[in-house]
Every structure is written in structure tokens, then in C-alpha cells.
């Protein structure tokens, strides 16, 4: 009998209860020196030359917007095919949000449409690598270049995502990171940032922790940190308990990641020339982190029936976030999103499918279609 399959999985490593235990044993829960070593490793693993870690991508994304001094009146671009976090990032700075068209094929947006929606109040654009798959960053770039417009990538989804050569977390001002407990490498809630700038960086660090400059603060004879605070600062850390789980789910991350891609490529391989299904579009220079695996499909609510009645569960994931009435009620002009809003559905992958699920979810798509 086939085994269940669930559409989500939380990953958490065979050695994460010795590391979290050490650390629970150790007493120094909040952020600390295990919080270092996570982010050490994340530099080591992807190859960044910086990482604040936070407690939530949501997090992440605010604070990306406050570095950049985001205020009231300003606008950031943003796509409408995303969680409703990366719209509310927007919202808690007072800004507004403008949601430009996407690719249909992808779910990424459009360059074109991000061209249209630039006024002399584009302060930023948050681009999604949607389900993994990373974004025609160099479009974006060509898009700002001679501008003051900063590109903040949203790479909740995108950890180990590879842009043309480059790793997703060194293209962009910023990148955004989620370590929620169903992304790919989790710690319970958890986020971060890679920051380009040395400035901005050493801004991420003091504003992530209230505000203050830990680093160069003491602490006095009378037993608190010295410091004058000139700026607005978050409890935005992650802590070491968090981040004890985030080492022990770092180890094996390659192999798990080239787990997904093989998964990938055997659904692209087998679905690829079923005319009733309409794969998400890849260009071969880029590597997807596939958080996601997405198709389109004409007959979805037939679909996702009949592969329920296969316990082979399917998902939309997130759909349009500009429908939601704080943003004002779907736009209808965004023709791509909303042909996509209709037609899109995402198949399971993630570190439980093995090659012999992923075969039983294939048959049962071949045989529901
Ligand atoms: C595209 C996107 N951005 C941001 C977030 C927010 O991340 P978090 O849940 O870690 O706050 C998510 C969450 O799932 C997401 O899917």
C-alpha cells in the first residue's frame, strides 16, 4: 500500500535533539555564540559574504525596508504572486505597495510590467523567486541602473536557488531569507538577511537588536550596557536555541537539495509532454531550490479531485495577495497573474519524497489527466 504523502514536510536532522539539548543544557538560550556558528556556516554552505540571522522572514523584510529608510508616500514594487508577508512588510513602513505584472510561465515578475509601474516614488523592488525558481535578475538590474531604486530579493523560498552561476543571497542591496518550519532548512521560526553594503550591513546588526551597537558598548561598573540610542532598532534576533536546530538541519543540506532536483527532473522528465499540463517554464543557467514544484492546468478543480481520491495531495500554495481587501481588491489588469491565479497547482516535493513516491505521484497524475 502506497504510504501517505503530505504536501508540506518539516525537515528536522536525526542529531538536532543532541545539538538542541547541549544547548538547552549550556542555559545561554538567546542569541549568543551557536548563533554565530549558524551563521558561519550559512556563509561557509552558500558562499555569502555576510548573514544577520533573524527570527522570521517577515522580519527580514521589514528590516530590509527600514535599512533603506522606507517611509510614508514612498512606493515599492512588488508582485501580487506571493505570501501576504512580503505585502505587509511593505504596509508596517506606511509605504505603498505596487503590484506589478507576472510571468505567466513562471510566476516571477515581468520586467516589462515592473518597467511600467516605476514613478519618481519607487524607492525599491521585492522580487519573489517564486517556489525556488530565481527571478531574471539581470533584467531588475538593467531596470534600476543610473536609478536610487534598490532591488531586495525575497528568497523565502529560494535558499540554494543559483541565478546564472551566482547563489541567490550575493546578486541584490538585500535578500530576505524564511527558516519557518516548512521551508527547506528550518529553525521552528527563523530568518535572515545577506546585506551588500558595509554600512547597511552594520546597520542590520544594531537594528536587529533594539538599535544598540553591541559591539562597541560595554558594559559598566554599574552592570548595564552603555549606549545612546540615535535610531530606531527591533527585537528582530535569532536565538541560539533556534539556532542550534538550524546547525544540526544545515548538515546534509546539499545532499537534500540534490534530492529535490532529482525529484524535478524525473517530474519534468514524465510530465513534460502531457498536453493538458503546462510545466513552469526553467532556463538552463538557473537552478530552482524547489521549494515548489508547479504546473499549470486547465481542469484544476478536476485535477486536485482526482488526485486526492490518490492521496496524492496538491496545493496553490499562496494565491494573489492583491485580492485581499488591505491592498484594495484585485487588480484585473494584471493579465498574466490572473490567467495564473487560475490555472496554477504545485505537486508534492520536498526531503520525504523518494524516487518511489515520486513514480506513484506521476502514475497517479498520468492516469487522472
Ligand atoms: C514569499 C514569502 N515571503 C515571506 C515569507 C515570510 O516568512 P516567515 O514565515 O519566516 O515570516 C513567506 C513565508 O512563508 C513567503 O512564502
Known sequence: MQKEISFFNTYVSPNAAQGVTELLNSTFLSEGKITEQFEKELCKMFDFKNIITLNSGTSALHLALDL??????????????????????????????????????????????????????????????????????????????????????????????????????????????????IKHLTTGDGGAITVKDPELYEKALRKKWFGIDRKNSAVSELGEREYDLKEMGYKYHLNNYASALGIANLSGYAARLKNRREIADYYKQELKNITALQLFKEEPDNKSAYWLFGLHTNNRPELIRKLKAKKVPTSVVHQRIDKNSIFGGADLSLINQTKFDNTQLHIPIHDAIDMETANYIVDAIKSSV
Open 68 to 181: 533603506l529608510n522606507i517611509k510614508e508616500s514612498d512606493e515599492i514594487i512588488i508582485p501580487a504572486q506571493t505570501f501576504i508577508a512580503t505585502g505587509l512588510a511593505v504596509l508596517y513602513c506606511k509605504a505603498k505597495p505596487v503590484f506589478a505584472d507576472i510571468n505567466y510561465e513562471d510566476g516571477n515578475l515581468n520586467i516589462e510590467s515592473v518597467r511600467s509601474k516605476i514613478t519618481s516614488k519607487t524607492k525599491a523592488i521585492i522580487c519573489v523567486h517564486w517556489g525556488g525558481y530565481p527571478c531574471n535578475m539581470n533584467g531588475l538590474k538593467d531596470l534600476v541602473k543610473n536609478t536610487n531604486i534598490k532591488i531586495i530579493e525575497d528568497a523565502a523560498h529560494a535558499l540554494g536557488s543559483v541565478y546564472s552561476k551566482e547563489n541567490i543571497g550575493n546578486i541584490s542591496d538585500i535578500t530576505c531569507f524564511s527558516f519557518q518550519a
